[in-house]
């Protein structure tokens, strides 16, 4: 809850192990724990998106979508969203490819490309800032005092843009139902901020794609 009102910087994770096992499950436990209420209320006051996400679809797009949500958008997003909050000036450089990353998939989004084309862009221009981060981290490790200084904007900022991308989701209500459909998100960009800074940006992956997986796993079993 303190890192939540107000984030504070550490330079390395803080926890491994097993103690960093059990604060991922703590900290699961509260992805979902938030989760459900508001899913829940979203529900209630929007059944048409509720009966749009209990609808079956065919084989090959329940794999797709399964592989997007355990694997792909775990990593994807995570490198785009929270690997530079270590504030080393190589991974504020790969930030700086994130960045374009995100206004690609925010364009994409905007303008409806046919084929995804600038959402596929947006992944080849995240990938190649990580070639390029994979060239530099030993050497460019330092981390500037400006960013330590401001370290709370980042973590928000990224939060609310991470829950806000996903608007942008087929089965996404528009405007406030919208913002209540996403508000999962956005707290939980908190969670996993807290969770790669304090344990480390593989535990964050591996937080995002447990959460996917009750996320994608309740419903089927419901059904």
Known sequence: MRFALRPSFVA????????AVKALAVLLAISVAIMIPLGLILVQVDLPTAIRGQ???PPPKQLRDLF???AFAPVF???VFRSWLSGRVAALRYGLFGLVALMLLLADIALATSGRALSGLAVVVAFAGLVQWVRTHEADRAVPSWFIAQFRWFVWGSSLIFGLIHLGNDDTPSGLLGLIAVAP????????????????LGWAILHHSLYNAVFFGVPAALR
């Open 77 to 79: 997003e995570e490198l």
């Open 185 to 200: 998100q956005m707290i939980g960009g908190v969670l996993l901020a807290y969770t790669r800074t304090r344990l480390g």
């Open 12 to 19: 390395e994770p803080i926890a491994t192990g097993w103690q």
């Open 68 to 70: 997007v949500a355990l």
């Open 55 to 57: 609808r079956v679809e």
